[in-house]
């Protein structure tokens, strides 16, 4: 009989949305490999899903190649992890070059060398990928630009590649502020504790990747 598993390739998996998004769909029966920088959270997060973790910096290329080989069938590519990049948000008259260029990677980078790897599985399945973006890829935010600006050119990769690949689906997510360690450092916790649950917004994320929309940006709040 043939495998009718759905597999899905998640980075960031470890915490914040990234892994309220694996629960959904461990939940929904997915088959998943899960990666982050952190070996003990991610090692915890797999066992909880029976997952399988592959612990690792998505910048390094001979990691992308393993992910890449861990799932030669796959049917969904979420490129969640991501950079804040220097803290406090500084202004960009003063926005460190160095710093600059290493959150492109993370950011931008990181993301297409993924989307070039597991294109061939993509195809095949006609599968998806969602790229994680934000609303300060859009919006004029103090301090915000730098972030900002690796996030706007992440939108700007989905919507080529959503033009370039007609038979996979693209969809640059806008998940909305969340309660997570990554808002918590920028806004201080007390600020980041009145957003929204990441649970709530992978609710959301999961029924956009099971009702299959047209290729797009999305807005999850």
Excluded: C
């Excluded at 990234?18 to 066992?47: D, F, K, M, Q």
């Excluded at 370039?164 to 309660?179: I, L, T, Y």
């Excluded at 957003?195 to 290729?215: H, M, Q, W």
């Amino acid at each position: 009989m043939p495998n009718t598993t759905n597999t899905a390739l998640i980075t960031g998996a470890s915490r914040g949305l990234g892994l309220a998004l694996a629960r959904s769909l461990a939940a929904a029966g997915w088959n998943l490999v899960l990666t982050a920088r952190g070996a003990a959270e991610l090692e915890r997060v797999a066992a909880e899903l029976g997952a399988t973790a592959l612990p690792g910096d998505v910048t390094d290329p001979e990691h992308v190649r393993r992910l890449a080989r861990a799932a030669p069938e796959l049917n969904l590519l979420v490129n969640n992890a991501g950079d804040l990049g220097v803290t406090p948000l500084p202004p960009l008259a003063g926005y460190p070059l160095e710093a600059f260029r290493v959150l492109l990677e993370t950011n931008v980078t990181a993301p297409l060398a993924l989307i070039q790897a597991t294109l061939p599985a993509l195809r095949a399945a006609g599968g998806s990928v969602v790229n994680v973006t934000s609303d300060a890829a859009t919006g004029a935010y103090e301090g915000w630009g730098g972030y900002g600006a690796t996030k706007a050119a992440l939108e700007q990769l989905s919507n080529v590649l959503a033009a370039e690949e007609p038979d996979v689906r693209v969809w640059w997510v806008d998940p909305g502020e969340m309660n997570t360690r990554m808002l918590a450092d920028a806004v201080g916790r007390e600020e980041a504790a009145g957003a929204a649950d990441p649970a709530k917004v992978a609710a959301a994320l999961s029924g956009l990747v099971g009702s299959r929309p047209a290729s797009g940006r999305v807005s999850l709040q």
